[in-house]
C-alpha cells in the first residue's frame, strides 16, 4: 500500500511564498510519475506540476512557470512544490499523486495514489 502525506500548507499574503511536501512511502517509487494537482471550491482538479522520480524530468504549466517548481529528493523520498510571487487565485487544495506509469499526465485519472491534500490560502 503507497501512502502519500502532504505538508506545507497555510495562510500566506499574496507575493508570498510556501514550500509544499509530499513524503511518500509504502513501495519502491522508481518508476513512477509524480504530480502536484490542485482543487478550489467550485472547480475541478487542476494539474500543477509534474516530476518523474528517476530522471527528475518536470513539467508545468504555463500560468505557473517562473513561479512553481516542483523537485524531489531520493533519499527523503519526498516531493516539493516551492511556490512563489502568491497570488489569491493559487488559493486551492494542495495534493500530490503517485502514478506507477512513467509518464507525467495532467489527468488526475491517470494517477493511482493520492495524499489527503493540503489547503493553501493567499489574501489579498
Known amino acids: 500500500q503507497v501512502q502519500l502525506v502532504e505538508s506545507g500548507g497555510g495562510l500566506v499574503q499574496a507575493g508570498g511564498s510556501l514550500r509544499l511536501s509530499c513524503v511518500a512511502s509504502?513501495?519502491?517509487?522508481?518508476?513512477?510519475?509524480m504530480g502536484w494537482f490542485r482543487q478550489a471550491p467550485g472547480k475541478e482538479r487542476e494539474f500543477v506540476a509534474g516530476?518523474?522520480?528517476?530522471?527528475?524530468?518536470?513539467y508545468g504549466t504555463d500560468s505557473m512557470k517562473g513561479r512553481f517548481t516542483i523537485s524531489r529528493d531520493h533519499a527523503k523520498g519526498t516531493m516539493y512544490l516551492q511556490m512563489n510571487s502568491l497570488k489569491p487565485e493559487d488559493t486551492a487544495v494542495y495534493s500530490c499523486?503517485?502514478?506507477?506509469?512513467?509518464?507525467?499526465?495532467?489527468?488526475?485519472?491517470?494517477?493511482?495514489?493520492w495524499g489527503q491534500g493540503t489547503q493553501v490560502t493567499v489574501s489579498s
Open positions: 516530476i518523474t522520480w528517476i530522471g527528475g524530468t518536470t
Open positions: 509504502g513501495r519502491t517509487f522508481n518508476s513512477d510519475a
Open positions: 499523486a503517485s502514478s506507477r506509469s512513467v509518464v507525467v499526465s495532467t489527468n488526475p485519472s491517470a494517477y493511482d495514489y
